[in-house]
């Protein structure tokens, strides 16, 4: 389906000062540089991907970025670097002249493996008019309520339980807004949840693993070779 009128992508990813970890080599590339590339996918023209990051990592994923031959938009964000401050600066860019979105697709680095087909359902699902719309799996790990002395106090029905992916995909002015209204540490899908626009699902894709780096280094390593990953 072709794009509504007035309809433009891009992709962001951010990289705050809590994440380095995603700028560290596994399987000989970085999960930024697998996230950039992913975003390059979606997007597919160079100017229409903005990676934020914080200012005293901008040397390092500049080196990175060039390495790959990415030429892809560059933000440094001053002081503490929040991922709420790196989404901001990011999303600030990516409605300014030349590329003018009118959407966006949230990436982030702890999911550095995104099927392009799961990326082309988020991108439909905007297409068609919605203003958010998130990838979402079932949970299928039993899921337990734990007190404050670690007993196991019941066990939560998880047919109803859904955990969510990259990209996140959002009406920009509206991102815009969330961002501007959030009071401490900032998720775009929470935020999302809260507000009054309605959130539309697609389906996930288990194949878009999400890692805690840089924990789960030799996790996404044998997962990149299992793959033949590049």
């Known amino acids: 389906m072709t794009a509504l009128p007035g309809q433009s992508f891009a992709a962001v990813v951010t990289a705050p000062a809590a994440e380095s970890a995603a700028l560290e080599p596994v399987a000989g590339r970085s999960p930024l540089s697998r996230v950039v590339r992913d975003c390059l996918e979606a997007v597919a023209d160079p100017a229409r991907v903005v990676v934020a990051v914080a200012e005293q990592f901008a040397d390092d994923v500049r080196a990175l970025l060039a390495r790959d031959g990415s030429a892809v938009g560059l933000v440094a964000v001053a002081g503490t670097a929040t991922r709420a401050q790196c989404l901001a600066a990011a999303l600030e ?3 300014a002249e030349p590329v003018f979105a009118s959407h966006v697709l949230v990436y982030n680095g702890n999911q550095p493996l995104t ?3 799961l990326q ?4 439909e699902h905007l ?5 958010v719309v998130l990838p979402v799996l ?3 790990d039993s899921v337990k309520v734990v007190d404050e002395r670690g007993v196991v106090t019941a066990s939560l029905n998880r047919s109803t339980l859904q955990t969510v992916q990259y990209p996140r995909g959002f009406a920009a002015d509206h991102l815009g807004r969330l961002i501007a209204e959030s009071v ?3 998720d775009e899908a929470l935020e999302a949840i ?6 539309a699902t697609v389906d996930g894709d288990a194949e878009a693993v999400s890692v805690d780096l840089p924990h789960d280094g030799p996790l996404l390593e044998a997962i990149i070779a299992s793959r033949g990953a590049r």
């Open 93 to 95: 860019k990516a409605v």
């Open 115 to 117: 099927p392009a087909q």
């Open 120 to 123: 082309a359902r988020v991108i």
């Open 127 to 131: 297409r068609q008019g919605a203003s």
């Open 138 to 140: 079932p949970v299928t």
């Open 184 to 186: 401490g540490e900032f």
């Open 194 to 199: 809260r507000s009054a626009v309605p959130v």
